[in-house]
Nanobody
Framework: QVQLVESGGGLVQAGGSLRLSCAPS????????MGWIRQAPGKEREFVTV????????YYADSVKGRFTISRDTAMNTVYLQMNSLKVEDTAVYYC??????????????????????WGKGTLVTVSS
């Protein structure tokens, strides 16, 4: 069983930056597709980004393209989400997730389980105006 632990959430002003971290316990990140999904208050979970096992292929939601970057540090066994130019509408609980398989971009953006078998408990990001 893979346990994912997120960190790095908090309160930031619009236009600011935050970096989220996710470290899976017991398994190496290069065994999984790794991604971030978020859920804003009163809304359904929304795909943010995902990378394949090597990190060589990444997909992003249109709403975060050019502002968010997913990356992996295999030495630290950690996945990061760098969030720049944050907007009030980015306020949400951000979940780190891992999947055994890597799917098409369309698959991830359709919702549902987002192709992920393992989920962290989430970290809250609040962007103030």
């Amino acid at each position: 069983q893979v346990q994912l632990v997120e960190s790095g959430g908090g309160l930031v002003q619009a236009g600011g930056s935050l970096r989220l971290s996710c470290a899976p316990s017991g398994r190496a990140i290069n065994n999984y597709a790794m991604g971030w999904i978020r859920q804003a208050p009163g809304k359904e979970r929304e795909f943010v980004t995902v990378s394949n096992r090597s990190g060589g292929t990444t997909y992003y939601a249109d709403s975060v393209k050019g502002r968010f970057t997913i990356s992996r540090d295999t030495a630290m066994n950690t996945v990061y989400l760098q969030m720049n130019s944050l907007k009030v509408e980015d306020t949400a609980v951000y979940y780190c997730a891992a999947g055994e398989a890597f799917y098409s971009e369309t698959y991830y953006t359709r919702g549902g389980d987002f192709g992920m078998e393992y989920w962290g408990k989430g970290t809250l990001v609040t962007v103030s105006s």
